[in-house]
């Protein structure tokens, strides 16, 4: 049975039975075919059983490892280490009950009373509305239920670890001659939990039991949403093979790759960062806890280039004539939605006048910064971590390449390129160590639906960020680097609560700018209130344009991060259209960061922003985590009558305006800048209310010199404003030298619907301004341009 989606359920369902069985790695060997535009191959997935992360406790952490490795070798077939579920729930006769009644078409009524907020519900999704016939498959067996859509499968099975030549020194066995399930699975049992400091030696496993042989075809079944595997006999995720090759391609309307041209009229294909994630382009694990590592070897023909969330900067390998293959590998486990890839015709770009070495600038810490350095183990899984590589902390640049069509090359050395080193300088400051240790920024194509992406290793811009002077790119880039620790180094484990990432790197953009360009104090706060001002304006009119239930940034409470029995659930409003035109989350998490920053005094936020990026960096964390830390780490005397109870009700579980961002606003903040917005305002409301035959002498009025944040502050203004006559529309595009380019660019900063349509009315009555050819002032293009989407992720930070 294909369930379709109930078109009033907006949220999007993540299928993946997560309590009973985890990806650990995933091995991807593609070909993109840009004549199809399919990319097809296999993808091997590594498993390790049992449920680490049901439980938030520090003792689910390493199961195998202080379960001790005694267990793989001596006692298999018990499970390497004490599941914390029983997995039988899931391949129980009740299980398989559920699957008689939906396979006989019984119609799940969860949701129709519109109740969308009951969690019971939402996971009834993944229990009976979302199953599927699987036909006579046995009522026993184990049910590998992977996130997976417009994919076509075309064969699972179960991949011989144990046919790798040397494989035997993992298991310390002296020769495997009884070749089993149980023994195989001890291989790989023993291959994903091998320590850090062994990772060269593990990703060279991977890759070699990648290309072992099959040793069984597996059962499978698709649907809607989830790709269903299962092995006749095996009753238990402990059972089920650990290592499972699948061989499948993408569809060219496939939702998680964009195949289009670029700027130079070229093909090429990415991820787009979509709503519904990377199941499109593999099926995987969903959920944000399943957090894996991943190498993938793709082909192309040699005149494309391959990016990737990689933390190697791969050069091609020449294969036959006009083909060439590329390998990437992550060490730092990530949710698999954060995997981002691109691939097209692009060229490295280098400064005109090339230093010596712009990459890898080093520096040692200055005392003053050296708090950024904690000694003591990290609270995450084993990886090869940064955080405690001295060299890899004090590292303030970290090595670079920026790509883009050819014909944009002026543009990145005008403004792009020089803006790299000092804004990721700027984010070393603040935060200290980054996560990551390289990065590769693109310039995709135009029609790329956001003005940045946000990936391990890889930041997508958009070209417009290239137009003008260097502010919007400056802080475009920060806000995307800023995401390497929000968003990407810690996750949130609940997709709902976005603000993590987007609050987060939208208060971050602002700091790291202003460090960027070196501004005094003074010009900075000046900056940061003009940004408030704006951010204000807009957040007001979202809350008069959205639906109040989506203007929430904890919508589940006390629910939150709560998923079903097998580790499915869903990502609230994930679906719903309208979303990708909010900016909710950006704009009342900014605010909520901001009032606790005033509140402490910056020195003492930023300090303890440190200290919680150090605790929590390659975790995933929920609201309570940071806001509990936060209060436990500040002075009673600074903490006045804030309590964790008071930000969830006042900033995080209300829609509309909080109270005290309120109360804030109206007692008037002091902002020079703003002040002189608000004089320019007044003279062109002046100038908008005349009689027409003054216009002669209005126009030669003197107007300001204005910054390009005050002059979209005051574009806002204006727009509030019943009607700007065409005169006036005229007198302003003359007036601050508005191109085409210019007012594009404002208007993304004016992006709300409503906004967009006030400008739309104005915009028809100012013939000079930019029109698309549709006839009204381009709405649809800057629609698109406006959407921000998110993968750390139910869509990729942006
Ligand atoms: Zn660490």
């Known amino acids: 049975m294909d369930t379709k989606l109930d078109p009033s359920r907006d949220d999007l369902p993540l299928m993946a039975n997560t309590s009973h069985i985890l990806v650990k790695h995933y091995v991807l060997d593609l070909d993109v075919d840009f004549e199809s535009q399919i990319i097809e191959g296999t993808i091997v997935l590594f498993f390790e059983s049992g449920n680490r992360f049901q439980k938030q406790s520090g003792s689910t952490k390493e199961p195998c490892r202080s379960e001790s490795n005694e267990a793989c070798r001596f006692r298999m077939p018990e499970p390497c280490h004490s599941p914390v579920t029983d997995t039988r729930t899931f391949s129980s006769k009740t299980r398989s009950n559920d699957f008689t009644i939906c396979g006989k078409g019984e119609k799940d009524t969860s949701g129709k009373d519109g109740n969308h907020d009951n969690w019971e ?56 001659t009884v070749v089993s399930e149980e023994l195989r699975n001890q ?23 990648s290309q072992a042989p099959g040793c069984g075809e597996l059962l499978f079944d698709t649907d809607t949403w989830s790709l269903q595997i299962r092995k006749t006999g095996a009753q238990t995720a402990t059972d089920f093979p650990h290592a499972i090759r699948i061989r499948y391609s993408t569809k060219p309307q496939g939702r998680s790759v964009t195949w289009t041209s670029d700027q130079s009229g070229r093909p090429c294909v990415y991820t787009m960062g979509s709503p519904i994630n990377n199941r499109a382009l ?62 097209g015709s692009w060229t490295e770009m280098k400064p005109e006048t090339c230093s010596s070495n712009d990459l890898a600038a080093e520096r040692s810490l200055s005392p003053s910064e050296a708090d950024f350095r904690y000694v003591g183990i990290c609270g995450h899984m084993e990886y090869p971590c940064r955080f405690q590589n001295p060299s890899a902390t004090t590292q303030e ?31 070393h400051r603040v935060l200290g160590t980054h996560p990551f240790s390289r990065l590769d920024i693109l310039i995709v194509p135009g029609n790329f639906p956001s003005l940045g992406m946000a990936s391990p290793h890889i930041i997508f811009l958009s070209q417009s960020v290239l137009t003008g002077n260097s502010h919007l790119c400056g802080t475009r880039l920060c806000h995307e680097i800023a995401h390497a620790w929000f968003g990407l180094a810690i996750g949130a484990r609940d997709w709902t609560e976005e603000w993590l990432s987007e609050g987060f790197a939208t208060h971050l953009e602002d700091v790291f700018w202003a460090k960027a360009q070196q501004l005094d104090p003074h010009e900075a706060q000046e900056q940061q209130e003009l940004k408030a001002c704006l951010r204000w304006c807009r957040l007001q009119d979202e809350v008069r344009n959205s639906p109040e239930e989506m203007q929430v940034l904890r919508p589940n409470k006390e629910k939150t991060g709560h998923v ?10 994930g679906l719903n259209p309208e979303k990708v035109f909010m900016q909710v989350h950006y704009l009342k998490g900014y605010f909520l960061l ?45 903490r006045l009558e804030l309590s964790v109870e008071n930000i969830f009700r006042d900033w995080l579980e209300s829609s509309g305006i909080p109270q005290p961002l309120q109360r804030e606003r109206q007692a008037g903040a002091e902002c020079g ?29 003197v107007f300001e010199k204005l910054l390009p944040d005050q002059l979209v502050l005051l574009l806002e203004h204006l727009l509030e404003q019943k ?34 349509q006030v400008l739309n009315q104005h915009c028809q009555e100012a013939p000079s301004w930019p029109r698309d050819p549709r006839g009204s002032f381009g709405i649809k293009r800057e629609r698109e341009t406006i959407m921000e989407s998110e993968n750390g992720r139910s869509s990729p930070p942006c």
């Open 121 to 176: 519900q939402a996971s009834g999704i993944s229990s009976s509305k979302y199953c599927c016939d699987t036909g006579n498959h046995g009522s026993e067996d184990f049910l590998l239920v992977l996130d997976c859509c417009d994919l076509s499968v075309l064969k699972v099975e179960e991949v011989d670890v144990a046919a790798v030549p040397g494989i035997e020194k993992l298991t310390r066995s002296p020769k495997l």
């Open 187 to 209: 291989i790989v049992c023993e291959l994903v939990t091998l320590p850090a400091d062994r990772w060269r030696e593990q990703l060279d496993y991977y890759a070699r039991c």
């Open 282 to 343: 593999f099926p995987c694990q969903e959920p944000p806890v399943a957090m894996s590592t991943w190498q993938a070897t793709v082909r192309a023909a040699a005149s494309f280039v391959v990016l990737m969330s990689g933390e190697n900067s791969a050069k091609p390998t020449q294969l036959r004539e006009g083909c060439s293959s590329w390998h990437y590998y992550v060490t730092m486990p990530m949710p698999a939605s954060t995997f981002t890839i691109a691939v």
């Open 397 to 427: 640049i970290i090595p670079h390449r920026v790509f883009a069509p050819v014909c944009l090359k002026a543009a990145c050395q005008e403004t792009l390129l020089q803006l790299v080193p000092p804004c990721l300088s700027a984010a």
């Open 564 to 573: 079903s029995d097998s580790g499915s659930s869903v990502v609230k409003h």
């Open 594 to 638: 901001r009032f606790l920053a005033q509140r402490l005094g910056d020195d003492t936020y930023f300090a303890f922003l440190r200290k919680f990026v150090h605790t929590f960096h390659g975790q995933l964390i929920l609201s309570q985590d940071f806001l509990q830390m936060l209060l436990e780490n500040i002075p009673e005397e600074k």
């Open 673 to 701: 800048l703003a002040r002189q917005v608000s004089v320019e305002v007044e003279k062109w409301i002046r100038m908008n209310r005349r009689p027409r035959k003054r216009k002669r002498r209005e126009t030669e009025q």
């Open 723 to 756: 009607t700007l006559n065409p005169r006036t529309l005229q007198s302003l595009e003359r007036a601050y030298r508005l191109t085409q380019q210019d007012a594009e660019r404002l208007l993304c900063c004016t992006r709300t619907p409503g906004r967009l």
